[in-house]
């Protein structure tokens, strides 16, 4: 099971920091991404991560302010997202693919976390 916290509200300029921690499972050997989900819009690809932190992957509208890292002695994969934008709202979601790699296709993630909402003001 993953467990996505760190969500809030926050102003735009501001960070944040997400976290997925995985119970049950380990994640040492998945590869991990982060997912968003605004009102009205489907799920898009936010980062990714492979199985050690060797390789990282980002949607271009948040490279250069996100960075995804993992801790595998902590089971945790991170989000940290900085100059935040009020079109970076949503419902964040944390998965985990058995392949290892770097992945940024939603159908390619085997587990999911429940979400942890983001709403950043103007």
């Known amino acids: 099971q993953l467990q996505a916290s760190g969500g809030g509200l926050v102003q735009a300029g501001g960070s944040l920091r997400l976290s997925c921690a995985a119970s049950?499972?380990?994640?040492?050997?998945?590869?991990m991404g982060w997912f968003r989900q605004a009102p009205g819009k489907e799920r898009e690809f936010v980062a990714a991560i492979s199985w050690n932190g060797g390789s990282t992957y980002y949607e271009d509208s948040v490279k250069g302010r996100f960075t995804i890292s993992r801790d595998n002695a902590k089971n945790t994969v991170y989000l940290q997202m900085n100059s935040l934008k009020p079109e970076d709202s949503a419902v964040y979601y944390c998965?985990?693919?058995?392949?290892?790699?770097?992945?940024?296709?939603?159908?390619?993630?085997?587990?999911w976390g429940q979400g942890t909402l983001v709403t950043v003001s103007s």
């Open positions: 998965a985990a693919d058995r392949t290892s790699g770097v992945v940024a296709t939603l159908s390619s993630y085997d587990y």
């Open positions: 049950g499972r380990t994640l040492r050997t998945y590869g």
